[in-house]
Each structure stands twice: as structure tokens, then as C-alpha cells.
């Protein structure tokens, strides 16, 4: 008997140094899918660049398309702001990874993109007693984001999946009866879990 569900796409932004972080993303999708999706009938689907298959058109403008098909969107920053932007990054980009999230921010002010959430993976002491130029560029970066937007901290493997899992869980409430029915909460602990979803995180 098939079964129908609400796909909800989700593009990942970061420098190519994050490659840890980009899998560990795309495993927690998949594993928090496996536990509510049957029950939800919501499924989360990663969307990274490494899925671009190549073609004439530049890379980024093609990225871009995908972001636009996208609901939701998470950027991470470590250590620099990455690449520099392409001719398809949008105008004022600081790189690839800072043009794709003002690309889904513009989606988000166009309400084609539900949320969009930037994180920020905590510099270890040796860099930041000691920051070269692209470290500095980053931190200004960040100062700017904290002037104009909510961003997300996390230290190591275990309290990015743990954030990644909350974004997910409140997202996930926003698309099921029982989340839509308590209305747009401060945050994932005011969610009252549907029965179907009790068992624990």
C-alpha cells in the first residue's frame, strides 16, 4: 500500500573545510526521518552542492535554482568565510557560502523559504589567540549577523547534530496537525508532541 508524504527540502551552505559537518548533516537527516516519518508522513531531504551534476551554466547559478526549490536552509561558519563568490553570487556576497545564504534569505523575505538559520562552530583557543586575516574576517562577519539575525552556536559532533535535530523537530510541528494547531511557539520545548511522537529524542 503506498503511503503519501510532505517532502521538505533543506539546503545546506558551508566552506568546503566543513566536510565533517556536511556528512554528519546529511546522517542526521536521514536518521531523524527514519524515526518520524511514517508516523509524521513529513520527510526532510538534504540538498548539497556535491549532488550538482555539472553542465554549461555556471555552478553557482545553478545552485542557486535549487536553493529557490528549497523550504528551509542551514549555513555553517568555522574558521573563514570560505571561497570567494562567483559571478552568480548575489551582489555584496563575502563568499560562495555567504552568497547562498543571502540567496535563501531572499527567498525567506519573498515567502518562498519558510526559515533560514545560520550557525557558527566554535574557534578553537590556538586560532583565536593568534588569528590570521581570514579568521578576522570571519569574526567581523559574525558581528554583523548578530546585528541582524538569530545565529546558532556549537562546540564538536554531538551539539551539531543536537541543533540540528531541535531546527528539525520544530520544523517537523510546523507541517503536522498537532504542532500547526499550537500556533508559532518560542521554541521546540513548547511543542506539545503528538501521541505519535512521544518517544523520547
Not at 116 to 145: C, H, T
Request: charged letters at 35%; glycine letters at 6%.
Amino acid at each position: 500500500m503506498s503511503k503519501k508524504l510532505t517532502g521538505l527540502m533543506v539546503f545546506l551552505a558551508s566552506p568546503s573545510e566543513l566536510k565533517n559537518e556536511r556528512q554528519l548533516f546529511r546522517e542526521t537527516i536521514w536518521t531523524f526521518n527514519e524515526k518520524r516519518a511514517l508516523t509524521t508522513n513529513v520527510v526532510f531531504i538534504p540538498v548539497m552542492r556535491e549532488q550538482m551534476t555539472g553542465g554549461a551554466e555556471q555552478a553557482q547559478g545553478r545552485i542557486n535554482k535549487r536553493i529557490e526549490e528549497c523550504d528551509y536552509c542551514i549555513t555553517i561558519f568555522w574558521n573563514t568565510l570560505g571561497s570567494p563568490p562567483e559571478k552568480d553570487s548575489p551582489k555584496g556576497s563575502k563568499s560562495v557560502t555567504d552568497g547562498e545564504y543571502r540567496k535563501a534569505l531572499e527567498q525567506k523575505k519573498k515567502g518562498k523559504m519558510n526559515e533560514v538559520v545560520i550557525f557558527f562552530k566554535k574557534i578553537p583557543s590556538y586560532m583565536d589567540n593568534d588569528p590570521g586575516e581570514a579568521l578576522k574576517a570571519l569574526k567581523a562577519y559574525k558581528e554583523q549577523r548578530q546585528k541582524d539575525s538569530d545565529y546558532v552556536n556549537f562546540d564538536g559532533d554531538i551539539e551539531f547534530k543536537e541543533r540540528v535535530n531541535d531546527h528539525l523537530f520544530e520544523w517537523l510541528m510546523k507541517n503536522t496537525p498537532a504542532g500547526r494547531l499550537k500556533g508559532p511557539p518560542a521554541g521546540v520545548s513548547d511543542y506539545e508532541k503528538p501521541e505519535s511522537m512521544k518517544e523520547s529524542r
